[in-house]
């Protein structure tokens, strides 16, 4: 029997289960690469390669619900009805063993490895395995009462879903290659702060975050006394990074600029900061003030 009288929700689930194959062989691929550290050439580290590879995995997902997709319209055009599902039910219940091992061996892997890629990629791949059972729900209805549409429904069934997980996992990889925030984490850095805040510190702002695979790189502005001494900004940036780095369960960086005394800025009606309040994320993220010189005071 040729491949083409086949069921189209068996169809469906043999290429997704080689989809996920093919991703996850790349994304093992692109974390050794993410995993290396800094170097001259790449000083923030290959961290963003891990986004490469969400990004690539979700554009195949999505393209194998594309392909199911034009398969139940060219069946239903045709009108082929499908011939024995014997080896499809068999092919479909091997694929889900297959992915079961995958995803039990890459969850058990990335929790060891305290890597929440290769957690998430696990994840999906068991996710798979629902979708081979429900393939399998469908095509055994189909033995049943003889009802080729449901075949059809099934197969769409699984094609929407890899079309939304693949567009989801592309727009995820997107994010991760323009340094997307997570606005929890500024919440995380200003808590920090205000956890250890010297009286002296009147004023933060310009605050920055990104991520670079397991590496955090932040920096802002913070306004101190005009009369400090080189060891005294150097012993706060240094506690602040150990801090910050800490709250963010991270390694990386903290680049603290010292600005000094008050700018104009903070005495101009609504935008007046009182010294004395804690800091808050919609403070630390302000703008910059007109220029870089400090008034003393």
């Not at 009108?79 to 068999?90: E, H, K, N």
């Not at 900004?233 to 150990?242: L, P, R, V, Y």
């Not at 600029?257 to 630390?284: I, K, N, Q, S």
Request: negative net charge.
């Amino acid at each position: 029997m040729c491949i083409r009288d086949r069921s189209t929700a068996v169809l469906s689930d043999a290429i997704e289960s080689v989809v996920h194959v093919l991703a996850t062989i790349v994304m093992l691929a692109t974390l050794q690469i993410s995993q290396q550290p800094p170097d001259r050439d790449h000083p923030y580290g290959h961290g963003k390669a891990a986004s490469f590879s969400v990004g690539f995995e979700g554009g195949l997902v999505a393209l194998s619900g594309a392909l199911v997709l034009l398969a139940v319209i060219e069946r239903i055009l045709s009108g082929r009805a499908m011939g024995d599902l014997t080896y499809g039910l068999i092919g479909t219940i091997a694929a889900a063993a297959v992915n079961l091992a995958l995803g039990l061996y890459l969850v058990r892997t990335g929790k060891a490895q305290s890597s929440e890629i290769i957690v998430a990629d696990g994840q999906h791949v068991m996710a798979d395995v629902w979708t081979s059972v429900g393939v399998v729900l469908g095509l055994v209805l189909v033995a049943i009462t003889g009802l080729q549409w449901i075949d059809w429904v099934v197969a769409t069934v699984v094609a929407l879903h890899l079309l939304f997980v693949g567009t989801g996992l592309v727009r995820s990889g997107i994010a991760g290659l323009m340094d997307r925030v997570d606005e929890a984490d500024y919440g995380l850095v200003v808590d920090a702060i205000n956890g250890i805040r010297g009286p002296a510190w009147t004023d933060m702002h310009d605050l920055r975050l990104r991520r670079v695979g397991d590496l955090c790189h932040v920096d802002f502005h913070l306004v101190v006394p005009g009369t400090w001494t080189i060891r005294e900004g150097h012993d706060t940036s240094e506690a602040i990074e150990i801090e910050v780095l800490a709250a963010l369960n991270a390694a990386g960086s903290v680049l603290v600029h010292l600005d000094y005394a008050a700018p104009p800025a903070l005495d101009r009606g609504e935008d007046a900061v009182d010294p004395t309040a804690p800091f808050t994320v919609a403070g630390a993220l302000r703008r910059g003030f007109d220029g870089d010189t400090m008034a003393a005071t």
